[in-house]
C-alpha cells in the first residue's frame, strides 16, 4: 500500500474543510433557489444590500472559512475547536433553507443570533493556535453581524 509522503498530506487535509464548506455553500444555493423574488418581496431596511452582492461576498467568505478550519487542524488545535467549527457550518447551512425556503423569519433570526455566538466562540479557540485562522474568521463574523442585523430588521419590519 502507498502512503503519502508527510509533505502532502496537510495540503490534502484542505480538502475535507473545502468539502464542509461547500457542502453549505450548495445547501443554502439550493434553499435560495427563489431568493431574488422573496428578497425583492420583503420590506426591507435602508442599509439592506442589493440581492446581487450576496454571492460574491459568501464566495470570498467560504473560502476564508475554509482556510481557517484547515489552518486550525494543521496547527495541532484541538477537538472542541473543530466541533464549534462544524457547529457554525450547521447553523449557517441552516439559515437560508429557515429564511428563504421556509419563511420562518424569526427562527432564521435565532439561528444567526446562535451562528454569531458559534464563530466567536470558534474563532476564540482558533487563537489559541492560530492566529491567522482566528483572523481570517473576523470577515465571516463582521458580514454575519450585518446580517443578523439585516435579519431583525427584516423580522420588524414584514
Known sequence: MTTIPGRLRAPLAFLPFLVAVAVVAVVGG???????????????????????????VW????????????LYWKSGGDRRGLAWYAGQLVLNAAWTPLFFAAGAYGLALVDIVLLDVAIIVTALYFRRSSRVSAALLVPYLAWTLYATALTAAIVVLN
Open 30 to 56: 439550493l434553499a435560495a433557489a427563489g431568493a431574488r423574488s422573496v428578497y425583492s418581496g420583503l420590506e426591507l431596511p435602508s442599509f439592506a444590500p442589493p440581492a446581487w452582492l450576496f454571492g460574491p
Open 59 to 70: 464566495t470570498v467568505l467560504y473560502l476564508a472559512i475554509a482556510v481557517s478550519g484547515w
